[in-house]
Each structure stands twice: as structure tokens, then as C-alpha cells.
């Protein structure tokens, strides 16, 4: 326990020293990250509360369909915030552990939604018929599960199944090499999201394309949020002191780039009356494609004649649109205008007719 002649200004003098860090007047970039991240958090819940009160708006039920894969990845983010907290209070056996092991989990959590959610845009863009729910939720989550496996294998044989406070004891170069190797296939999510969001850009129906933006966009700022952490921890000249204030800021930023270029922007696209230009004609994911469309006429031909007919093979007929579909011969056209003529008559041939005398 802390003496009163050692706490900090702005802590209690019963408070322990590992948690002066919230409080101290004198260290402000903790007060200041731990607000944003409460925040952040309280902004979080909110948006989860809001994505329940959607679900009975939405009325593109493709839309709908991303809503549980979106509630999994709002979870991550408000994991994310409560996670700065383990960083603004100083390493020790208790926050170690729990540093190395949810920092990659949370974030591979998000980054397998977004993930999962690009890949059913990239159908849905190109016409084709998109994922369930059920799929793309299990897409996301066994992306993230890879994560798990990776940080639980390295907290085994780290700490040898006992020792929790070899992660403060560890020299600090050798523990942030360790952090930022866990974290490989975290680096792979995010890189592989950024480049399948591209492929959202090359389909036919634009209106998809807007959410493809928003996650690509995220993606491009949360790579360039990491590469700086990254190098920030791994330079030797930095004073090692700054690590937990590097790290912390990192958390708090990505959650914000969450927030603001993913989730709000989607929330806006929810409630939006279901656009037909952005589907196929009547939804035919399954349409028939042995018909052969009629030239300039939308009515397809009765007969198998005419749908296995080629344009050469039609001669001179004429199809009349929005019509039935006999075919019109051409016809020579002629415009004389008839005259009047005497009937015959009947008694011109009759034999008893004095003529000849």
C-alpha cells in the first residue's frame, strides 16, 4: 500500500501504485486515453442497443443477414476499449497475461468481421446469390479462432503454466519482439481484408460498392495505425517507459477508427429502402439462361422455333414489340386509290339476245 507522501496529486493516498496512472495529474495522457476509451465504451453499448432496435427496420433482408456478424464485431470493439485499461495500469502478473493474450484476439475478432463481410459483398456486387447469416457469422468467428490458438500456445510456453510474472520480468526489447510476433496473423487479417475490399470496386451493381469503401477505408487507416505502433516499440532509442502509452494509444485509436468509418457509416446504409438497381432483374439469382432474349422486346417467344432461331436465320419477318409473336412478312406497298367499275351484266351471254340479224 502507498504511504500519503508518495500518491500522486489527483489519486488517493490508500490507492495502489499500480493503479496511479488513472489519476495522476502529473502523467495526463492516462486520464486523457482513459476517457476516450470510456467513451468509446459507453458509445459502444449504445450502438449495440441500436443494432437490436434495427433489426425489425431493415428492410433488405441481405442487410439483415450481416446484422449478427456486426453485433460479434461491436463486442471487439468495445473489448478493445476496455482493454486500454490493462495497459494504462502498469505491467504486472496479473495485466500481463492479459495484455499478450486479448490484444490480438479482440483485434483478429474485428478484423474476421470485416473480413466475412467482404466476401459476401463481393457475391452480392457481382449478382450472384449471397452468404447466410449462419456462414458468414461462422466465417468470422473461425477466422479469430486462429488467433486463439496462436496466443494461448505462446501464454503456455511462456509462463511454463505457472509463472505469471515473466512477463514484467522479461527485458523490455525481448517483450515487445514477443508482443508484435504474436500478433502475425493479426497483420495477415487486416492486410487480406484491405486487399478483398479492392475486389468490391469491379462488380456491377454500385450500391454495394459503398459499403466496400467503408471497409477498405477502415482497414487502410488501421494498418497505418499499426505499422506506426509497431515501429514506435520496436525502435531502440525510445525510452521503454513510452511503450505502455504507445500501446494504449494504439487501442484507443483503432476503436475509434471503428466506430467512426465502419459501424456509423453502415448504420446509416440500414434503414434504406432496397434499391433495385442493386440486385439482378426480379432477383433471378436462379433465372433460367436457355431463353434467348428477343431483340428490343423485354417478352420472351413462345415457340422453340423462335428461341432457337438465330438472327440469320430470320430472313425478312419483322417482329412487332409488345405484340404477340407471329411474324410480320413484308408486304409490296401500294398506294393507288381504287376506281369505281360497272358490274357486268348477267344477260350479255344470253342466247336468246338479238345481236346478230
Given amino acids: 500500500m502507498t504511504t500519503p507522501t508518495t500518491a500522486p496529486s489527483g489519486c488517493r493516498t490508500d490507492l495502489d501504485s499500480r493503479y496511479h496512472r488513472l489519476c495522476d495529474l502529473s502523467e495526463g495522457w492516462g486520464i486523457a486515453l482513459e476517457t476516450l476509451a470510456a467513451v468509446g ?15 425489425c427496420k431493415v428492410q433488405d433482408s441481405n442487410k439483415r443477414k450481416m446484422l449478427p456478424t456486426q453485433f460479434l464485431f461491436l463486442l471487439g470493439v468495445l473489448g478493445v476499449f476496455g482493454l486500454t485499461f490493462a495497459f494504462i495500469i502498469k505491467l504486472d502478473g496479473a495485466t500481463g497475461p492479459t495484455r499478450f493474450f486479448l490484444f490480438g484476439v479482440l483485434f483478429a475478432i474485428c478484423f474476421s468481421c470485416l473480413l466475412a463481410h467482404t466476401f459476401n459483398l463481393n457475391k452480392l456486387v457481382r449478382g450472384r446469390k449471397p452468404l447466410s447469416w449462419l456462414v458468414i457469422l461462422g466465417l468470422a468467428m473461425g477466422f479469430s479462432l486462429v488467433q486463439d490458438v496462436i496466443a494461448i500456445e505462446y501464454l503456455v510456453l511462456t509462463m511454463n503454466r505457472t509463472d ?3 512477463f514484467s520480468e522479461l527485458p523490455a526489447p525481448r517483450r515487445n519482439e514477443d508482443f508484435v510476433m504474436v500478433l502475425i496473423y493479426v497483420l495477415f487479417l487486416m492486410v487480406l481484408t484491405l486487399f478483398a475490399s479492392f475486389s468490391v470496386f469491379c462488380g456491377s451493381f454500385s450500391g454495394w460498392k459503398r459499403h466496400g ?8 487507416l488501421s494498418i497505418a495505425i499499426w505499422v506506426a505502433w509497431i515501429i514506435l ?3 531502440p ?8 502509452t504507445i500501446l494504449s494509444t494504439a487501442l484507443v485509436a483503432n476503436g475509434w477508427v471503428f466506430l467512426a468509418f465502419y459501424i456509423l457509416p453502415e448504420f446509416q446504409q440500414l434503414p434504406r429502402q432496397r434499391s433495385p438497381t ?16 428477343s431483340y428490343g422486346v423485354e417478352n420472351r417467344a413462345y415457340s422453340q422455333e423462335e428461341i432457337t432461331q438465330g438472327p440469320g436465320e430470320m430472313g425478312d419477318t ?3 414489340p409488345y405484340s404477340t409473336h407471329f411474324q410480320l412478312q413484308n408486304r409490296p406497298k401500294d398506294f393507288s386509290i381504287p376506281r369505281a367499275h360497272a358490274p357486268a351484266s348477267p344477260y350479255n351471254d344470253y342466247e336468246g339476245r338479238r345481236g346478230d340479224s
Fill in 41 to 55: 465504451a459507453v458509445a459502444t453499448v449504445a450502438l449495440m442497443f441500436a443494432l437490436i432496435f434495427l433489426i
Fill in 164 to 166: 505469471v510474472n515473466v
Fill in 213 to 220: 469503401f467503408h471497409i477498405c477505408f477502415t482497414s487502410f
Fill in 233 to 235: 516499440l520496436l525502435i
Fill in 237 to 244: 532509442d525510445v525510452d521503454r517507459e513510452w511503450d505502455d
Fill in 278 to 293: 442493386d440486385y439482378p432483374v426480379e432477383d433471378a439469382f436462379c433465372k433460367p439462361q436457355l431463353m434467348k432474349q
Fill in 318 to 320: 419483322l417482329y412487332a
